[in-house]
């Protein structure tokens, strides 16, 4: 029940646009995405509620498509700063409340 | 920053030596998580504790036992380590205190284990 993330790598200039795509095979009640950066932490930056309701970053924006149970990470005019790897986790109707699964990562590197 | 800190931060030690992780939150959440990350596989879910005393299992449990005897401190202690357990581990408290409310996870810096 992993949430399947898409694409797993990708490489963009400063200034283009990306964006990251998280697939369950579950009812979701919620979609939370993250930015890790080599050798720290996970850092939180939007959740995605049933219902449409986001909660997050102003420079990111989200989607979350509940009947398709798929949400989409939008990164426009890349910044150096976007570079590390994106997690999307995914709270399931029927799991344990506020439990998360987490996707693999997406790995964005912004060149200049 | 959630005020959550890890101790300790690196370790290496030898299989079958029992090992502890401690994680500490200064802001009284009631939610707490331990994670272990390993490349491939993301961020899986160990253990989890919803209030003092109250713990439950994770995705990958096995081999691993959890204590909260204080709001502040989660504790993860591997009873006898083995190579497959190397890896890094995160803590991560839920600034919500109940059901699916406010859910945002914030992590610690992590702890990064070497079980050679």
């Known amino acids: 029940q992993q949430p399947v993330q898409s694409p797993q790598a990708v490489i963009l200039r400063e200034g283009e646009d990306a964006v990251i795509n998280c697939s369950s095979s579950?009812?979701?009640?919620?979609v939370h995405w993250y930015r890790q950066k080599h050798g720290e932490a996970p850092v939180f930056l939007m959740i995605l509620l049933k219902g449409g309701e986001q909660k997050g970053h102003d420079k990111i924006s989200a989607s979350f498509n509940e009947k398709k149970q798929q949400s989409s990470l939008y990164l426009t005019a890349s910044q150096l700063s976007y570079s590390g790897t994106y997690f999307c986790?995914?709270?399931?109707?029927?799991?344990?409340?506020?439990?998360?699964?987490f996707g693999k990562g997406t790995k964005l590197s912004v060149k200049p | 920053d959630a005020g959550i800190t890890q101790s300790p931060r690196h370790k290496v030690t030898e299989t079958g030596t029992p090992v502890t992780l401690r994680c500490h939150q200064t802001e009284n959440h009631r939610y707490m998580y331990w994670y272990r990350q390993d490349p491939g596989h993301g961020l899986r879910l160990i253990h989890y504790?919803?209030?003092?005393?109250?713990?439950d299992k994770g995705e990958v449990s096995d081999g691993y036992s959890v204590s909260r005897s204080k709001t502040e401190d989660f504790l993860l202690t591997l009873e006898s380590a083995t190579s497959s357990q190397t890896s890094v581990y995160f803590c991560a408290i839920k600034r919500g205190s109940s059901g699916r409310q406010n859910n945002e996870q914030f992590f610690g810096p992590g702890t990064r284990l070497t079980v050679l």
């Open positions: 579950k009812a979701l009640y919620s």
């Open positions: 986790g995914t709270e399931n109707y029927g799991g344990s409340q506020g439990n998360l699964i």
């Open positions: 504790s919803y209030g003092v005393k109250d713990t």
